[in-house]
T-cell receptor, first 113, second 113 residues
Framework: DTEVTQTPKHLVMGMTNKKSLKCEQH?????MYWYKQKAKKPPELMFV???????INESVPSRFSPECPNSSLLNLHLHALQPEDSALYLC????????????FGEGSWLTVV | RKEVEQDPGPFNVPEGATVAFNCTYS??????FFWYRQDCRKEPKLLMS???SGNEDGRFTAQLNRASQYISLLIRDSKLSDSATYLC??????????????FGKGTKLSVKP
């Protein structure tokens, strides 16, 4: 079982809605990640937080807004999304250094209608 | 050139077969390498790390050739439960902000009775 917990598992939202995806880990990892995965494609990095600071933003549109309230929590705030944003959103955590394993949560399936 | 390239697949093999996956990576400075397994509609899960000396875990053997920037995974005596997509993964280095995973497109394996 994964030690990275994501909620909700499924989310359907309209294009004018504001919603949030949540992620939690209690492994003491210092790096947390958001990945986006479309059907039949590999995961693509969106954001990396290292020591609660945003260290990488892979040119993600501003309708996706990450937040790291503390070292165990990572949120992804969603606003004014488009249907093409429908995907599996994966949170992951790791020690943030080369050679250390990164663990994924089960993901949040997002459908934008 | 893509950062991580894999055999396109899919591989359809009978139970008991030996199957080999190959992968190449473009960044010679990469330090860490992994094989992840992803089942349909599930999150990626670490199968094994890959070391230059080669490593084995039961029926699975992984090999790294740094000179050729080549990674392999061998599955012996394949089982029905091995059916999944196998992702070749390289840990990227963002100039000090390390730990991001870069995924190959994945190779789908179907093991048939």
């Amino acid at each position: 079982d994964t030690e990275v917990t994501q909620t909700p598992k499924h989310l359907v939202m309209g294009m004018t809605n504001k919603k949030s995806l949540k992620c939690e880990q209690h492994m003491g990892h210092r790096a947390m990640y958001w990945y986006k995965q479309k059907a039949k494609k590999p995961p693509e990095l969106m954001f990396v937080y290292s020591y609660e600071k945003l260290s990488i933003n892979e040119s993600v549109p501003s309708r996706f807004s990450p937040e790291c309230p503390n070292s165990s929590l990572l949120n992804l705030h969603l606003h004014a999304l488009q249907p093409e944003d429908s995907a599996l959103y994966l949170c992951a955590s790791g020690q943030g250094s080369s050679g250390n394993t990164i663990y994924f949560g089960e993901g949040s399936w997002l459908t934008v209608v | 050139r893509k950062e991580v390239e894999q055999d396109p697949g899919p591989f359809n093999v009978p139970e008991g077969a030996t199957v080999a996956f190959n992968c190449t990576y473009s960044n010679s400075a990469s330090q860490s390498f992994f094989w992840y397994r992803q089942d349909c509609r599930k999150e990626p899960k670490l199968l094994m790390s890959v070391y230059s000396s080669g490593n084995e875990d039961g029926r699975f053997t992984a090999q790294l050739n740094r000179a050729s920037q080549y990674i392999s995974l061998l599955i012996r005596d394949s089982k029905l439960s091995d059916s999944a997509t196998y992702l070749c993964v390289v840990m990227g280095d963002y100039g000090g902000s390390q730990g991001n995973l870069i995924f190959g497109k994945g190779t789908k394996l179907s093991v048939k009775p």
